[in-house]
């Protein structure tokens, strides 16, 4: 059975959508990925990459490296709650909407592990 690609609702063999609706919200989604996928493709490997370096820097200078992680790790989720772009694949399997929705949620795991890092580290300085 096919299914709608944005909502994942079954549809008759010859739709891509179950109607207007789920097509307009498919269409403004792949606008705004094109729009900012170089930023995020950016500010991703931006976020990421703070957190290696942060732990590098956390054996010499332990206060900037914590800080590094915890900013990369809620910097990371601030930016896929603005901009919930998830992978082709997870497309694929999880259709569009229900993919931004894992995104979201990943996003408040990593601000909530930025936060409770934060926590720790300042009460172990
Ligand atoms: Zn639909």
Redesign the pocket.
Known sequence: MKK??????E?SYHDI???E??QDKAAKFYNLRDEYEKLFTFLDAVFVFMIPIGLFIGMFAGNLGDILIVSGLIGLGIMLLILPFPTESMIKKYKI?KAKKLCRYFALILIAVGIIGAVIFSFAT
């Open positions: 709608c690609d944005y909502c994942g609702t549809i959508y179950c109607g609706e789920c909407k």
